[in-house]
């Protein structure tokens, strides 16, 4: 990793279980401050992926999709908060900044941002990206993952997460 370049692995799932799987190698590396950003076309697994995340993390309450709401927040069990936010709606940088996602991230809580890409202009600086599609084989539940590392915290995580998503049955 040279830093201009970030560090890449995917991963193909056979069903839900082996998204889940690939939820639990990222929960399992997850801290105060961390940022995700999920990418993919409507229906890839997205939210299916952010449920899994948080029942990792001890998310007691049923975690539904914020399409509306835009950010809902969740206790872990490790005591800090993870949020959940939805930029499907949003159209513009300006209204993502808004949500205060960056300054929820200063104080120390989680954020996994579905629709990621549409944020990453305003939410700047270290962050685990993951891309989300459908199997190419057409296997139904299947998913590819790929997952990339940007900035020094999760390049110094990456080998450990590589080794658990690697670890994941296809």
């Given at each position: 990793?040279?830093?201009?370049?970030?560090a890449r692995v995917e991963v193909l799932t056979a069903d839900l279980d082996g998204t889940a799987a690939v939820a639990g190698a990222v929960a399992a590396l997850l801290g105060p401050g961390d940022l995700v950003l999920l990418s993919g076309e409507l229906g890839a697994g997205k939210t299916a992926f952010t449920q899994a995340l948080a029942r990792h993390l001890g998310v007691a309450e049923a975690v539904t999709s914020p399409t509306f709401t835009l950010v809902r927040p969740y206790a872990t069990a490790a005591g800090w908060t993870l949020l959940h936010a939805d930029l499907y709606r949003l159209e513009?940088?300006?209204?993502?900044?808004d949500l205060g996602l960056a300054e929820e991230?200063?104080?120390?809580?989680?954020?996994?941002?579905?629709?990621?890409?549409?944020?990453?202009?305003?939410?700047?600086?270290?962050?685990?990206?993951?891309?989300?599609?459908?199997?190419?084989?057409g296997r139904?539940?299947?998913?590819?993952?790929?997952?990339?590392?940007?900035?020094?915290?999760?390049?110094?995580?990456?080998?450990?997460?590589?080794?658990?998503?690697?670890?994941?049955?296809?």
């Open positions: 990793m040279n830093g201009d370049t970030p513009s940088t300006a209204e993502v900044a991230l200063d104080d120390g809580a989680v954020a996994v941002v579905e629709w990621g890409e549409r944020g990453a202009p305003v939410l700047t600086g270290g962050h685990l990206r993951l891309t989300l599609e459908r199997d190419p084989a139904d539940g299947a998913r590819r993952i790929a997952l990339e590392a940007h900035g020094p915290a999760w390049e110094a995580r990456w080998a450990r997460l590589a080794a658990l998503a690697g670890g994941v049955p296809a």
